[in-house]
T-cell receptor
Framework: GAVVSQHPSWVICKSGTSVKIECRSL??????MFWYRQFPKQSLMLMAT?????????EQGVEKDKFLINHASLTLSTLTVTSAHPEDSSFYIC???????????FGPGTRLTVT | GENVEQHPSTLSVQEGDSAVIKCTYS??????FPWYKQELGKRPQLIID?????GEKKDQRIAVTLNKTAKHFSLHITETQPEDSAVYFC??????????FGAGTQVVVTP
């Protein structure tokens, strides 16, 4: 149990366009979902935390108007990178946790390349 | 906010030897400390975790120790094997919430 999927696994888009990444908990209800960004040879940096039905809480330095997060149900959260630029190219990973649980279950990640 | 420091950044060991990675954290309210293994291009995999009410936890060749007073925790891998080669991350959380990750340790196990 506790499987998290992400779609797409990789995406290439042109500069200035928007791209949406989906994160799904397949066999449990995810009260909270987290979005991370990981640049090559670096650590995971938390971008935002989202709870179902609430607005996401963004980390300092993350532009909420550029990285739109929607957590419409207990099994789905989406991250939309708007007006993407080459510097947004990165590995985006989501995670999900059950209600009042410590452990986070990670998705397989989405490799975004902006040309 | 929480700050997690991790050392060393790279660690080369001979197969069969032990590997130790150390992390320190700043927020005394942190009470959950997981360790992840990440292979290139893959998701982080939880390998072991510890909560603040426990000083040590072991699972086969992997163990974690926690010193709350000093605010540091360590990962110990014994009898290392080539398949242990990966990047290892420590993290800290104040519970039911966001994880702050360390910078990572590239472990290379040479046969």
């Amino acid at each position: 149990g506790a499987v998290v999927s992400q779609h797409p696994s990789w995406v290439i888009c042109k500069s200035g366009t928007s791209v949406k990444i989906e994160c799904r908990s397949l066999d449990f209800q995810a009260t909270t979902m987290f979005w991370y960004r990981q640049f090559p040879k670096q650590s995971l940096m938390l971008m935002a935390t989202s709870n179902e039905g609430s607005k996401a809480t963004y980390e300092q330095g993350v532009e909420k108007d550029k990285f739109l997060i929607n957590h419409a149900s207990l099994t789905l959260s989406t991250l939309t990178v708007t007006s993407a630029h080459p510097e947004d190219s990165s590995f985006y990973i989501c995670s999900a946790s059950r209600d009042r649980a410590y452990e986070q279950y990670f998705g397989p990640g989405t490799r975004l390349t902006v040309t | 906010g929480e700050n997690v420091e991790q050392h060393p950044s790279t660690l080369s060991v001979q197969e069969g030897d032990s590997a130790v990675i150390k992390c320190t954290y700043s927020d005394s309210a942190s009470n959950y400390f997981p360790w992840y293994k990440q292979e290139l291009g893959k998701r982080p995999q939880l390998i072991i975790d510890i909560r603040s009410n426990v000083g040590e936890k072991k699972d086969q060749r992997i163990a974690v120790t926690l010193n709350k007073t000093a605010k540091h925790f360590s990962l110990h891998i014994t009898e290392t094997q080539p398949e242990d080669s990966a990047v290892y991350f420590c993290a800290a959380s104040s519970g039911w919430g966001k994880l702050q990750f360390g910078a990572g340790t590239q472990v290379v196990v040479t046969p």
